[in-house]
């Protein structure tokens, strides 16, 4: 059992959590020494498979033909977006600010392409090796003809999910020809239980929260050995997909002419719901660009699963319901109570800090990147722009900000709805006018 009277006594910000304050942790042991459960090879490996699959992808999804089966966003520069900030932030942005697009996004439009949509691949290239013909070696647009669509229709993929990683997981499971669940949250927008539904994919829907879809879609899947669970509390593999981002990302900084060195830190903001997906990439951007990088998490102020969690050592053994935070947000990505089993551990030293928002700020935000640079997010994708000025305000005190680089992770969005994007922008709007 919990003691949350004495978790409060040695943990004080817990008080201003449940207040709703925006609240910066800063991690105590960043850049500390720790044994990883792997390293750049396990993001290689991953690297070798996406591009094992390319051509699937390329006769698959031909919307990846003009990157040849790659899944891959631009990394934006902001220069308007930047301006707009600093007319109304206390601790301007000095260097540069960046979008890590990851909203365009093929397939789903979110993040949820690198981790989701690899794991359905290593799933799929095992069954394909141990129960069809499918070499290394092969050319995997094999892997579309009819024979392996029989094939993988003798098996299932579930998993759980608020959105997005249903969305991207559905999408690709079910083309590959795997019978497909995808366990929703009652957070999961309408929109993407339709589109899933439209490919054939059986939407299991809960009026409760992620956790308790996840909890569910898990038993349903181990009651049969046919049904392979892709476990966003705890998988290796999800992880590992999202760190092939800092392969990708390093050439990019390099195409551009962005520094990473001690007098050019770069700062990575990127929202965390589980955990998983923005430390997947923190993972790879630490084992890639080293220790010049400084990754930072963005929670909403009513579930910051993840702060809780890591401030507390506790990890995925405590969520924002047992502290009496009520778990509530319009930026559905985010709305998980308990963060994942593994993501904390591995973010032990190797995370900046975490910094809570107010969901009408990020609002705000969505309002304010649109109509200054013309892009689209959902909700969660734009909490790091609400972060930074708070986040500047702590660094500054450590950190040369004067030629730093700022990558907000946006992290969905492309293929929100027209009318569920004026909602957003609406809801921005009328906050921007108060
Ligand atoms: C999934 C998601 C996140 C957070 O990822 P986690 O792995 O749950 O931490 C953030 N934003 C969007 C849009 C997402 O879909």
Known sequence: MLDMDQLLKDYPEIKTMQEYKPLFWQNPDYQGKAELPFGIEHIFDAEARFQRFAPYFEVAFPETLPTHGILESPLVDLPKMKAVLNQKFAHKIEGNLYLKADNYLPISGSIKSRGGIYE???????????????????????????????????????????????????????????????????????????????????????????????????????????????????????????SVAAIRLQTQLKAQGIKVDKDHPLFVYLPAGVGGSPSGVAFGLKQVLGEHVHPVFAEPTHIPSVTLGMMTGLNDKISVYDAGIDGTTKADGLAVGRPSRIAGKIMKTLLLGTQTFDDQEMMKDVVRLYDSENIRLEPSAASGFTILDQVLGQLVSDFPLENASHIVWATGGSMVPKEDMLAYLKDGKAELNK
């Open 120 to 242: 359905v691949l290593k799933f799929a290239e095992k069954v394909a090796m141990e129960h069809g013909d499918l070499v290394y070696g092969d050319n995997y647009a094999i892997l579309h003809e009819e024979r392996y669509h029989k094939l993988f229709s003798n098996y299932g993929i579930a998993v759980g999910s608020t959105g997005n990683l249903g969305l991207s997981i559905g999408i690709v499971a079910q083309k590959l020809g795997f019978n497909t669940s995808v366990h929703m949250s009652a957070d999961a927008a309408q929109w993407k239980k339709d589109k899933l539904r439209s490919k054939g994919v059986n939407v299991v829907e809960y009026n409760d929260n992620f956790s308790h879809a996840i909890t569910e879609g898990r038993k349903q899947a181990d009651a049969d050995p046919s049904v392979y669970f892709i476990d966003d509390e705890g998988s290796y593999d999800l992880f590992l997909g999202y």
